[in-house]
């Protein structure tokens, strides 16, 4: 199993651009997640799902677009980049939401600058 | 506004010795976990704790929770060079699992 998988690793944007960070995983999670981490700031939710076809909001969801169309799959869409987006990005999944299916596998993350 | 928060937010000890971290969170949960990340990598999950425990242990890691103060402690046992890294405290309420700022964890040789 390769786990939970992001690309691109490192990208730069111009203020304004669009791009969308690609996460998948392979071993047939229910639950995927998206953060942030900025320093000082910890992680902060941005969109989770919890099954194909199913998005909701986290903490900070402004500016971002998901969506969860396959199991595998849940990308992150950011619409016009702006610089407070510059962060790093984690996608995570997760067996399935209850107790027993709680423990998060992390993606290596995807450094964003935005110009 | 984020639910978990560490403390100290930074910590240095001497190899072998104890480190004990702290989360305090602000509403109910269903459960909290702790997670490990080496510097730029992404986070490991360490371990889980039910709302109707109390204490667990795996390994060198005891975690103790109480409800009723909404905080719960790790406390990792005779540390090592290898454990220098940043601990992170997650809380799960509903679907959401929110994380905390994170306790910087430094073992002096």
């Known amino acids: 199993n390769a786990g939970v998988t992001q690309t691109p690793k490192f990208q730069v944007l111009k203020t304004g651009q669009s791009m969308t960070l690609q996460c998948a995983q392979d071993?047939?999670?229910?639950?995927m997640s998206w953060y942030r981490q900025d320093p000082g700031m910890g992680l902060r939710l941005i969109h989770y799902s919890v099954g194909a076809g199913i998005t909701d909001q986290g903490e900070v969801p402004n500016g971002y677009n998901v969506s969860r169309s396959t199991t595998e799959d849940f990308p992150l869409r950011l619409l016009s980049a702006a610089p407070s987006q510059t962060s790093v990005y984690f996608c995570?999944?997760?067996?399935?939401?209850?107790?027993?299916?709680?423990?998060?596998?992390f993606g290596p993350g995807t450094r964003l600058t935005v110009l | 506004s984020q639910q978990g928060e560490e403390d100290p937010q930074a910590l240095s000890i001497q190899e072998g010795e104890n480190a004990t971290m702290n989360c305090s969170y602000k509403?109910?949960?269903?459960?909290l976990q702790w997670y490990r990340q080496n510097s730029g990598r992404g986070l490991v999950h360490l371990i889980l704790i039910r709302s109707n425990e109390r204490e667990k242990h795996s390994g060198r890691l005891r975690v103790t929770l109480d409800t009723s103060k909404k905080s719960s402690s790790l406390l990792i046992t005779a540390s090592r060079a290898a454990d220098t890294a940043s601990y992170f405290c997650?809380?799960?309420?509903?679907?959401?699992?929110?994380f905390g700022k994170g306790t910087r964890l430094h073992i002096l040789p």
């Open positions: 995570a999944s997760s067996l399935r939401p209850g107790v027993r299916g709680d423990t998060q596998y």
């Open positions: 509403t109910s949960i269903n459960n």
């Open positions: 071993m047939n999670h229910e639950y």
């Open positions: 997650a809380t799960k309420r509903d679907d959401k699992i929110i």
